[in-house]
């Protein structure tokens, strides 16, 4: 990298940062000083090792002729070319920016978490590319290089064709053949068509609509279609991809030229054919098309506001909760053991001998054995942490048993409710006469944690342990105790950051899941999902958006299946999209980081890893539904509305066979229900779920939120007395001094009239 960020170029680009480098040129952004704006300059120095005299001069004519086309073309998914210039023997192209980064970047993001773009998405790309194939197609231009890496997206997440490097311009020879003379085409294997492979004969258009069909291929399978058997169908490998779309991909991969449309044109008219066709196949809300942002006048003045309860709560989940007063009425025990009374209890329960030969006493030593490392381990940490606890171990609380996962989480849930414990830790033992193997896990009860869902219900706790040997005395064994230890020593530090989380101490919170990561016998990734996801909650909550998605794969690599890390990462987008700080326009809200959190909400609901306590249906529904209500506010399609209001009252359902779990997202859904009656010009209907809201919510951000919107409705309304009450409301409940402020204003505002 020859230049540093603070540099300038040619006295009017000032470098931000390195993007990438190609062969012998780097990519920077820079910032255009007497515009202000932000650029892509392409960067070839004469001197770059390597690069010959012959070279130096193909690149300084591909340079000029990709800047003397680009200038021509001016279309939303093209890369704009602005200028070539040259700073002695330097070669620079600049060229518009693409903060979103490329469609490569993406696919790599998506192979490293085992995931595929929702089929949507992907039509709706595919729909882009060919919108910018069509404006090069429209003059002769055929770009002869269409890959994943040279798809670039804007702040917006649309698509934008880059890279002219390798055209054939109009009405003769391709721009490298001009210069260099080479006979055959030039071209990324396993992207180009079969003619631009195998002859050196002048490009129909047709050709960039196979590259198109190949990068499609890809969105949908995460594999290159050429290194798949001959009609290989995308179905075939992903369920969820419905007919149209195969035939679609057959049109676009037809090897015969002549047998594929003629051009981008006519390819975007199929693939726009293909989303109109199953829309109510390929998603539940219908949403998901990227279409330039718009700023919406709604009638009443209510869409910001609305906006701004949307990020108050933004993210039933890390954002909108944890700012509670914990009651102290605690649930009637039954009295099979005496109510623990501290202000953090843990339990550890009597392991079950799940398989082999091994007796009772075998599941209690080894249950004993963590417990001991747990008291230790907390006793120690309560010299730096202000923090009373009660543990007690198996002899006190006997067995967990279940034959399977969710029938021991169904018995560690009653255990908790019981004696009031927060956690409570149990597991299985095995022997298969060869080895035995233990396997620990978590139940995070509601006592503390009613307002944080993402921590309920049964966890892992690590990948098994497995100690080689016969069916003797298992815990005599060093490696067994050293495992074991570690173990107990991880879950001590796992509770005090959840104790911590609990009390909105989020940074020594991250702290001590962060320090259970180096627990002694617990190596490697696998197992360790739940604790990846209490550190993306945690990065959430301190609004360290970046360490949040980082977590949250890391949660997605060790356990592709784990439907609570996509909705994880589906908040951490939503909340990126509405800004930290939040947007003042909706122009400003990023419709990428949409597009990505509706892809992990439909990741989550086809996601095998769904705990029963997990509630994810209820979280999808949550999360969709808030998709819905902002893409209304920036697009104004009505079925967004209607979609935006189904799954909202698809939560409130839920609450109906009294899953108390949820009762968060029900209060917030029923504000949600009076947003979209607002915007429907409904003011009874948003009255009335407004009340309720605000009654039943328990999150005094979300609370005060909706009794400000109450007093705005009562102020439309014409009734000051009541809008006074709400906003007084609103002002006695938040701990947010920022919105205390806002709602102090509001109310000024009326008692002065």
């Known amino acids: 990298m020859r230049y540093q960020p603070g540099q300038t170029l040619l006295d009017k680009y000032r470098i931000e940062a390195h993007i990438g480098r190609g062969a012998f040129a780097e990519v920077y952004h820079v910032t255009h000083l007497e515009l202000n704006a932000p650029r892509a300059i392409k960067v070839l120095h004469r001197d770059e090792p390597g690069l010959g005299s012959t070279q130096y001069q193909d690149y300084q004519q ?34 518009e920016y693409a903060a979103g980064g490329s469609l490569s970047k993406r696919l790599k993001t998506m192979e490293a978490t085992k995931q595929h773009m929702s089929v949507l998405s992907a039509l709706r790309v595919s729909e882009e590319i060919a919108a910018g194939l069509s404006a090069l197609h429209k003059k002769d231009i055929v770009h002869r290089d269409i890959k994943p890496s040279n798809i ?10 880059a890279d002219l490097g390798l055209v054939q311009i109009p009405g003769g020879p391709s721009m490298r053949s001009q210069i260099s003379e080479t006979a055959s085409h030039p071209g990324t294997p396993g992207y180009m068509s079969p003619e631009q492979e195998t002859t050196s004969a002048y490009l129909k258009p047709s050709s960039d609509v196979y590259a198109l069909g190949a990068t499609l291929f890809q969105l949908l399978t995460g594999r290159l279609y050429a290194s798949q058997k001959t009609g290989q169908t995308a179905s075939v490998l992903r369920e969820d991809v419905p007919t149209q779309v195969d035939e679609l991909l057959a049109k676009l991969l037809a090897k015969d030229a002549d047998m594929r449309p003629w051009g981008g044109a006519e390819a975007l008219t199929l693939i726009q054919a293909a989303q109109n066709s199953k829309k109510e196949i390929l998603t539940k ?23 701004g309860v949307l990020v108050l709560i933004a993210g039933g989940l890390w954002f909108a909760f ?20 501290g202000e953090f209890n843990l339990a550890v329960a009597e392991f079950m001998i799940d398989q082999g030969n091994l007796d009772a006493e075998t599941g209690l030593a080894v249950s004993q054995q963590i417990y001991q490392r747990i008291d230790k381990s907390l006793q120690e940490i309560t010299q730096a942490v202000d923090m009373l606890y009660e543990v007690r171990g198996p002899d006190q609380i006997g067995p967990i048993a279940g034959a399977t996962a969710e029938k021991r989480a169904d018995s560690a849930a009653k255990l908790a409710q019981q004696i009031n414990a927060d956690l409570v830790i149990y597991g299985t033992i095995s022997d298969d006469g060869t080895s035995q193997t233990i396997t620990p896990e978590l139940y995070i009860s509601e006592r503390l944690f009613s307002l944080i869902p993402e921590f309920l219900g049964r966890h892992p706790l690590g990948e098994a342990i497995r100690i080689p040997g016969g069916a003797g005395s298992l815990v005599s064994r060093v490696e067994a105790n050293r495992d074991i230890a570690g173990r107990g020593q991880a879950i001590a530090y796992i509770a005090t950051g959840a104790s911590l989380f609990s009390l909105m101490e989020y940074e020594d919170a991250f702290s001590f899941f962060a320090i259970a990561l180096q627990a002694d016998g617990w190596e490697g990734d696998m197992g360790k999902e739940s604790l990846y996801l209490m550190l993306g909650n945690a990065a959430g909550k301190l609004e360290r958006v970046d360490d949040a998605e980082f977590y949250f794969n890391l949660a997605l690599v060790a356990n592709p299946q784990y439907a609570r890390a996509n909705i994880g990462l589906g908040e951490t987008y ?39 306590t997990a509630d994810i249906p209820v979280k999808v529904d949550f999360g969709l539904g808030r998709l819905s209500l902002v893409r209304y506010q920036i697009l104004g399609t009505q079925s967004l509305l209607t979609d935006a209001s189904t799954h909202f009252q698809a939560v409130v359902d839920a609450a109906e066979i009294g899953n108390t779990r949820i009762a968060e997202f029900v209060a917030q859904s029923h504000g949600h229900l009076g947003s979209v009656a607002v915007l429907s010009a409904d003011l009874d209907t948003a009255q009335h779920e407004y009340q309720i809201a605000a009654e039943i919510s328990q999150s005094p951000r979300a609370k005060a939120a909706f009794w400000a919107q109450l007093g705005s409705i009562y102020q439309q309304l014409g009734d000051t007395n009541l809008a006074i009450d709400a906003y007084q409301q609103a002002v006695a409940i938040t701990l947010d001094e920022d919105a205390r402020q806002k709602y102090q204003q509001a109310l000024a505002e009326i008692e002065n009239r």
């Open 322 to 341: 944890g700012d509670f007063s914990r009651s102290e009425e605690y649930p009637t025990p039954e009295l099979y053991t005496s109510v623990m009374l």
């Open 152 to 161: 670039l997206f804007d702040t917006d997440g649309v698509a934008k064709v």
């Open 285 to 307: 809300s219908g949403v998901g098309v990227s279409m330039p942002v718009k700023e919406k006048n709604i009638p009443g003045g209510y869409a910001l506001a609305i906006v």
């Open 574 to 612: 939503f909340v990126r999209a509405l800004g930290i700080p939040p947007v003042n326009t909706f122009a400003e809200i990023s419709q990428s980081d949409l597009n990505l959190a509706e892809e992990q909400y439909l990741a989550a609901q086809s996601a095998i890893d769904q705990p029963l």
């Open 62 to 95: 591909r340079f000029r002729l990709e800047a003397q086309l680009g200038a021509k073309i001016n279309h939303p998914n093209v890369v704009r070319i602005y200028d070539f210039e040259k700073d002695g023997d330097t070669l620079l192209l600049v060229m």
